[in-house]
């Protein structure tokens, strides 16, 4: 089946803008998770949406960076007024939190460029 | 969560066996071990899962000491497209954030 989905797979903008990322999960998944990983740098956990609790932004680095997740499915990842440390790649996975493993799936990420 | 220790790199030659430790000497006992991998320019990929009983499933095994604190993920016979960064993880199985560490950067070599 159809694994997890992210959009764009490269984006390039200028400091200062707003960009978004897209994820669409593994359809029935419920949990929904936002990752980043600089270069060089391992990866950072970012945000956490599990059903319709409130999510964890624990990771979240500064108020500049918001999720939302409409209808339980797809997930938006906004930041905004982008500085060059925002330059990542921004990992989403979703797992389906019925199984006992809550094996989470990645998908192939979005590499964002801050110029 | 408890926090592991891996070898930055290792090598292995093609079609032998890879061996990759990791300690976790904190573990608890309700935490879980996970292993995962990033193959370049590629999202993570889950590859096994244990508590306390030795795993295997059709990518690897995964050998968990008795006392928990070390485990070895063993790949029996390592192909170029196995060379990858592995991650070891210890969680809880109550879902939420996976915590990486920086992994072992595994080579396989012709």
């Known amino acids: 089946g159809a694994g997890v989905s992210q959009s764009p797979s490269n984006k390039v903008t200028e400091k200062g803008k707003d960009v978004e990322l897209r994820c669409d999960p593994i359809s029935g998944h419920t949990a929904l998770y936002w990752y980043r990983q600089s270069l060089g740098q391992g990866l950072e956990f970012l945000i956490y949406f ?6 964890d932004k624990s ?8 999720a939302e997740r409409t209808g339980g499915s797809v997930s938006t990842l906004t930041i905004q007024r982008t ?32 110029l | 969560d408890a926090k592991t220790t891996q070898p930055p790199s290792m090598d292995c030659a093609e079609g032998r066996a890879a061996n990759l430790p990791c300690n976790h000497s904190t573990i608890s006992g309700n935490e879980y071990v996970y292993w995962y991998r990033q193959i370049h320019s590629q999202g993570p990929q889950y590859i ?15 050998i968990i000491t008795e006392d928990r604190k070390s485990s ?24 939420g954030k996976l915590i990486f560490g920086q992994g072992t950067e595994l080579s396989v070599k012709p």
């Open chain 2, 48 to 62: 096994i899962h244990g508590l306390k009983n030795n795993e295997t499933n059709e990518m690897a095994s995964l």
């Open chain 2, 72 to 95: 070895t993920l063993i790949l029996p016979h390592a192909t170029l497209r196995d060379t990858a960064v592995y991650y070891c993880i210890v969680r809880n199985n109550q879902g």
């Open chain 1, 59 to 66: 990771g979240l680095p500064s108020d500049r960076f918001s």
């Open chain 1, 83 to 114: 500085q060059q440390e925002d330059s990542a790649v921004y990992l989403c996975a979703s797992s389906s939190k019925r199984a006992s493993t809550d094996t989470q799936y990645f998908g192939p990420g979005t590499r964002l460029t801050v």
């Open chain 1, 50 to 55: 599990q059903g319709n609790s409130a999510p």
